[in-house]
């Protein structure tokens, strides 16, 4: 075994020691002078390291780690997967710069490139279809308007799917971070999306294969989601919902909030409202409100209108409202055509691809 495959089983043996964690890892390897210096100390030099003590100095010598190490080794030949160090140049820039970031990450996909913006779009499994909705319209806009941009969530129901389907729809990239291993899709449902997302994006996590994912797994997942993003935008929550601690953890990293505003009283926008309330998120409706907070410069990619368009039935239901009052919001639309608020979005969507309408802030259209 060469040198740095030794010290790559090394790290993984490290990682693997039950109680470890990110910080006291790393703290220890630079103790101790490297990596491979930790496996060369006895018990009780260990335990006269800072923050060390005896139980994590005795599962430190004990061989089950290096076992573990070597059956993530095994795995990750065997299925493609790409396990990074933090010390690894590859290893995500923006997640190296945080305190707790794992010391292991195993990857599958495309490689993370630093000139991509990358947002995290997180909330409520309960998703409702405002904010389906938003996750669809929004992306969109950031690839009509000429992001480079990388969508990052958690592959769980709700939110977290509906912001990954949203961005393979618009040909952008979007990685899947997990609460378990390698060698799952939790929840099964969305294996086919895990699949296609390798494509143009992948998946992350810090957990060796065959780990299950247990309800902690889940909140340190999440300050991986908001280590690896230029910014977080809380789609829906409730007042105590696993998105809430996402963009808490973004904060701390001192990286930019965003949350989407929502109806007084409604339960999956009460977590939103408090985070803009209370200033510890900026509100968000459009592309451009994340442009100007972030000073992103667009390059809108034009659409073409056409000189002949050929409408379908509900459609033209919509187009002719136009004829009457110039300006309409999404809602006047859905009262005025007596269609659902799903189909009315997708009918828009489609109109505004085929140049018929645009959007403005606050989800008013007008007919070109």
């Not at 993003?229 to 701390?252: F, P």
Request: hydrophobic share 40%; aromatic share 8%; with cysteine.
């Amino acid at each position: 075994m060469d040198t740095k495959a030794e010290q790559l089983r090394n790290y993984l043996a490290l990682w693997a020691v039950p109680g470890i964690g990110s910080i006291t890892s790393r703290k220890l390897i630079a103790y101790a002078g490297g990596i491979d210096e930790i496996f060369r100390m006895k018990q009780p030099e260990l335990q006269k390291i800072p923050g060390i003590g005896p139980l994590l100095s005795e599962n430190i010598v004990k061989t089950e780690c290096f076992k573990r190490a070597d059956e993530a080794i095994t795995f990750a030949e065997k299925y493609h997967i790409n396990i990074q160090t933090i010390f690894d140049e590859d290893y995500p820039f923006r997640l190296k710069q945080c305190e707790d970031a794992p010391l292991i990450l195993f990857t599958k996909g495309v490689p993370m490139r630093t000139e991509k913006k990358y947002i995290s779009l997180v909330g409520t499994r309960s998703a409702t279809s405002y904010g389906k909705d938003f996750c669809e319209r929004w992306i969109s806009s950031l690839a009509i308007r000429g992001h480079d941009a990388v969508i990052v969530s958690g592959l769980a129901y709700g939110i977290d799917i509906a912001a990954h389907k949203a961005a393979l729809h618009h040909q952008l990239g979007t990685i899947g971070v997990l609460a378990h291993g390698l060698d799952t899709i939790y929840p099964t449902q969305h294996r086919k999306i895990a699949a296609e997302m390798l494509e143009k994006g992948g998946l992350v996590t810090e957990f060796f294969p065959h780990t299950f994912p247990d309800k902690t797994n889940f909140v340190r997942r999440n300050r991986i989601i908001a280590g690896l993003s230029d910014a977080v935008i809380v789609v829906e929550s409730d007042i105590t919902g696993g998105a809430l601690i996402t963009a808490e953890q973004a904060n701390s990293y001192s990286r930019d909030v965003f949350a989407v505003p929502g109806r007084a009283g409604d339960k999956y926008s009460s977590g939103c409202n408090k985070l803009i309330k209370s200033n510890r998120a900026a509100l968000i409706e459009t592309v451009e409100d994340l442009e100007y907070q972030m000073g992103w410069q667009t390059e809108t990619k034009p659409t073409q209108k056409q000189l002949f368009i050929e409408f379908t039935p509900e459609e033209t239901k919509i187009m002719d409202l136009f004829n009457t009052q110039p300006q309409l919001n999404i809602d006047e639309i859905c009262r005025l055509s007596e269609l659902s608020m799903p189909k009315v979005s997708a009918l828009l969507l489609n109109l505004e691809f085929a140049g018929a309408v645009k959007c403005l802030p606050g989800k008013i259209f007008y007919r070109t």
